[in-house]
């Protein structure tokens, strides 16, 4: 009977923690850009075809500039999580931000990839890796730019595209929100427009090896075009929350410690 209570106070007090889901998100709404230490804090620079934009933003008063010249090859950055963090049926995870297109022309030569990894890797053009990502692309589909979902061993093409863009200036009602989310065994993809209505929505299934994987860093990342005129998006608002989260080794000790404690008093 003691052990019987005893394991269920150890549950009662595991379960929380087990439970707990992530909440981060990035305005970009640092001063000094890619040389401005707060940035460089936050997201490890894969030089340099970002910046801090003040022209174009969301909200506060600025966004991540993803400029995507052909002759810049692969460029990103990546945001090491505090926490490792996966997505359940319960709890799913979501990742989102929202983006928009400078000009006609970029809305169809942009190649961008948002992503959530395990350890330091990228969704790859083909082949196995421990992403998951969401994707415009010439790079996969030519002008068209449609998104694709890499759901860990494959891109699956979404057949749907952004349809407008913006020629100027801030403003919440010009941003295109990009998201995914990710359970046990399905990735799902979303788009909604400037209005925040509901554009287009795909369900694709995790390859077994992504299927519960802890990860741990987001990736944004222009693959880099094909064509020589440069292409312009901006990123504001990104967001991952839900999810469950590795408890801390600080935790995880403690807990392990009023475990001992709890065996002693009943022996
Ligand atoms: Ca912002
Ligand atoms: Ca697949
Ligand atoms: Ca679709």
Excluded: C
């Excluded at 400078?102 to 890797?121: I, K, M, P, T, W």
């Excluded at 880099?224 to 929350?241: C, E, K, Q, T």
């Amino acid at each position: 009977m003691k052990k019987l209570l005893i394991m269920l106070g150890v549950l009662a007090m595991i379960s929380p923690v087990l439970a707990t889901s992530i909440t981060y998100s990035e305005g970009w709404e640092y001063s000094g850009g890619t040389t401005d230490p707060a940035y460089v804090a936050a997201w490890a620079d894969n030089p340099a075809r970002e910046a801090i934009a003040t022209a174009y933003y969301r909200s506060g008063a600025r966004s991540l500039l993803v400029d995507n010249g052909s002759s810049y090859g692969v460029k990103g950055q990546t945001h090491v999580l505090p926490t490792a963090v996966k997505g359940t049926d319960a709890s799913p995870l979501v990742l989102s931000t929202y983006m928009v297109v400078q000009a006609a022309a970029h809305r169809q030569y942009l190649d961008f990839s948002l992503e959530l990894a395990n350890g330091n890797v990228v969704a790859p053009a083909s082949g196995t890796a421990n992403v998951v990502a969401i994707a415009r692309s010439i790079t996969l589909n030519g002008q068209n730019a449609r998104f694709f979902a890499y759901d860990g061993d494959s891109w699956d093409d979404t057949g749907d595209a952004i349809t407008t863009y913006s020629a100027s200036g801030p403003g919440t009602g010009k941003y295109w929100k990009v998201q995914i989310t990710v359970n046990s065994t399905q990735l799902l993809w979303a788009l909604y427009d400037g209005a925040g209505a509901l554009n287009a929505s795909d369900t694709f299934p995790l390859a077994s090896g992504v299927q519960g994987m802890f990860f741990d860093r987001i990736n944004i990342r222009h693959p880099g075009a094909a064509n020589a005129a440069v292409h312009v998006a901006y990123i504001d608002d990104l967001s991952l929350s839900g999810g469950e989260i590795i408890p801390e080794p600080a935790t995880v000790v403690l807990l392990g410690l009023g475990l001992m404690l709890l065996r002693r008093r009943v022996t």
